[in-house]
């Protein structure tokens, strides 16, 4: 007798992506803001260097604007200084007053990572170029005692994780099988006087039913006797 064959085999795979982040905050305190206007278009202030995901970052702050049109403007940004480099970072920008701690509105990052290079040198910084008008700065609580506080958050993307998970599974496995509980704990005993009591009632019946053909045998043979006993006569 051959062996019944084996079901086949599926096999089932899965895999995840994850981002890997690092993330970093720097503040970047101005003090002595009206020395520094007038400083002209184009010219800016770096702070110190500071490290996020491996690379070198620094914020720029241009007190007259980075471009012509900006002129009236404050412009803040990142900038990567990590030689020939190339990555990708959102970023936060926004200011605080020293004194209480409350936040300016937050200049919004973008929506997907923009890519930072040192390849080419326009495109190793980004960020706001019209910031807020220097106006509005200068009558606003986030200038205090002439200073200004700069604060910079920064989430650098490091790679791409992916992780594989495999599933072996059987097909034509054999299905669970589900177990009612009992309507009590004595059903069992139930079940087994229910038994007894159809065995009775089968005996019974069975028991009419030899003595019904007894008695009708019997009756068969008197009437065969009496009938031989005319004849003989």
């Not at 051959?2 to 993330?23: L, M, V, W």
């Not at 970072?89 to 990052?109: E, I, K």
């Not at 973008?110 to 220097?134: E, I, V, Y």
Request: hydrophobic share 35%; net charge positive.
């Amino acid at each position: 007798m051959e062996e019944p064959q084996k079901p086949p085999i599926a096999r089932t795979t899965a895999s995840t992506c994850a981002a890997e982040t690092a993330r970093g905050t720097h503040a970047f305190k101005i003090a002595g803001y009206k020395l520094h206007k007038g400083l002209g278009v184009g010219n800016f202030i770096r702070s110190a260097s500071f490290a996020v995901g491996g690379y070198r970052w620094c914020v720029r702050y241009y007190p007259d604007g980075s471009h012509r049109r900006d002129q009236g403007y404050v412009s803040i940004g990142v900038e990567l200084q990590s030689p020939r480099s190339e990555v990708r970072a959102l970023y936060d920008l926004w200011l605080t007053n020293p004194a209480t701690g409350a936040s300016s509105p937050v200049f919004s990052r973008p929506s997907s990572f923009p890519a930072f290079s040192t390849f080419k040198p326009d495109q190793n910084f980004r960020g706001s170029n019209q910031f807020m008008k220097r106006e509005l700065l200068e009558a606003s609580p986030y200038l205090q005692d002439d200073c200004l506080v700069i604060h910079c958050d920064l989430t650098v993307l490091k790679g791409i994780r992916v992780e594989e998970e495999e599933t072996t599974m059987g097909m034509g496995m054999a299905s669970e099988i589900q177990v009612p509980p009992s309507d009590s704990p004595d059903s069992f005993g139930k079940l087994v006087e229910e038994k007894k009591r159809a065995d009775v009632v089968a005996f019974m019946r069975l028991r009419a039913r030899f003595f019904s053909d007894l008695r009708i045998k019997n009756a068969a043979r008197t009437r065969g006797g009496r009938e031989r006993e005319s004849e003989d006569r």
